[in-house]
């Protein structure tokens, strides 16, 4: 391994070479996620923004869509917001970019974002879903009038204890001298949503962010944790604290207004879910998950054609047999071939995003790719295609238009 890397060293590179060969990957790999959107047909985007170091506007979007047998996630593109982050320049630089590649606005089934829907107003079969996880940040946020000093005192320790190197030390000889589990403080910030997440509720975050999320898994999360707010209640009105270890542990205190206070908050708290998930219910979609259950009850918006093949499939034992072992996209893709109408309209349920989590990777990537001693550069979309595509670039394929030249 260190000879055949002595070896590579020895290549005499240019300037741009570097660059020159990630633009060269780049767009072989745009070229074959743009055939396979096109072969595909439908597809679904998910849209985000960011400031980067520089302080520049940048506009992520990721798309799903089918390929062969299963439905793939891929980052799409990057480009630099000219104006305003508003909903409107979003729906002006994909519109631009869609219709650079042939893609039509037609063919797209969904966009998810944390934006207004006035993004793609003008496009009306277009389904905006509002991200998930923005929706539980903004229910995060309604804390009743009692906690809220609580966390203001303990946001101003924390930026007092990090706001120098010297402290931050002096803290953690601290917390090892009195035997602490935890020696360093987390920052909370507004900026971002998602640290609030990182601070109050890192886990539950990134156990809704995982990937290949939609709408029926991401609204079972959101139910169950309303369900679970429900029996919280119960337990907190009749005092028992066994849901909440940490504040269980406290000693001296009034159970009694502590357990009022903490109600007051569930109230709120579910009162919030109920509004900002208000169309949470997918029960009319569970012959998607499980055609051949017979508690599936049938969609009241499925054609009487849609209604006869899932009267057919449910009867049909190789894919009975075959369901069990098969992802849900891959079932319905491989049931298209005898029921094209039905599986057409469950392609259709679980290709949208639920949540902006795609993006969410790749602005950590576009920290990475942007530093502080890279701060000038204006398009990283080159980069971010290379390091975030799950389909690589085809080499054998590059390297065969090259010439090969002879050392001197």
Not at 272 to 297: G, H, I, N, Q
Request: hydrophobic content about 40%; charged content about 25%.
């Amino acid at each position: 391994m260190r000879k055949t890397t002595k070896e590579i060293a020895k290549v005499p590179l240019s300037d741009n070479t570097i660059s020159r060969r990630i633009d060269e990957m780049s767009a072989d790999i745009e070229s074959v996620v743009l055939d396979k959107i096109r072969i595909s047909k439908n597809f679904a985007l998910q849209l985000d923004e960011s400031t980067d170091i520089s302080g520049h506007a940048q506009l992520l979007a990721d798309v799903r869509f089918v390929d062969g047998d299963k439905i793939r996630e891929n980052f799409l593109f990057c480009k630099a917001l000219p104006g305003k982050t508003t909903g409107e320049e979003f729906f002006q630089v994909t519109s631009e970019y869609l219709e650079k590649e042939g893609l039509k606005w037609e063919n797209c089934t969904s966009v998810c974002t944390d934006r207004a829907a006035a993004m793609v107003g003008r496009t009306k079969d277009v389904i905006i879903t509002h991200c998930f996880l923005h929706r539980e940040a903004l229910v995060a946020k309604t804390l009743p009038a009692d906690p809220v000093p609580v966390l203001d005192d303990v946001v101003h320790m924390v930026n007092f204890v990090k706001s120098r190197p010297v402290k931050s030390r002096i803290f953690a000889a601290l917390c090892e001298e009195m035997g602490a589990e935890h020696k360093a403080l987390l920052f909370h910030t507004e900026v971002r949503w998602l640290s609030r997440g990182k601070v109050l509720a890192r886990f539950r975050l990134c156990k809704a962010a995982c990937r290949n999320e939609n709408l029926l898994t991401s609204t079972d999360k959101i139910n169950g944790f309303r369900s679970k707010v429900q029996l919280w209640q119960q337990h907190v009105e009749s005092g028992n604290l066994e849901m909440f270890p940490l504040t269980n542990k406290w000693q001296d205190v009034n159970i009694a207004a502590l357990c009022e206070i903490i109600v007051k908050h569930l109230k709120t708290l579910e009162e919030k879910m109920s509004f900002y998930f208000s169309s949470a219910s997918t029960e009319c979609l569970d012959w998607v998950r499980d055609p051949f259950s017979s508690a599936s009850a049938v969609g009241k918006d499925m054609t009487l054609q849609e209604q006869e093949q899932l009267t057919e499939l449910r009867q049909d034992r190789g894919l009975k047999l075959s369901f069990a072992d098969l992802p849900s996209d891959s079932f319905w893709l491989a049931a298209a071939k005898e029921f094209p109408m039905l599986a057409n309209k469950a392609i259709l349920t679980l290709l949208p995003f639920s949540t902006t989590y795609l993006c969410e990777v790749s602005f950590s990537s576009l920290t990475a790719v942007k530093t502080k001693n890279r701060e000038r550069l204006r398009a990283v979309e080159e980069e971010l295609r290379v390091c975030l595509s799950s389909i690589p670039a085809r080499i054998s394929a590059l390297c065969s238009s090259k010439q090969a030249q002879v050392s001197h």
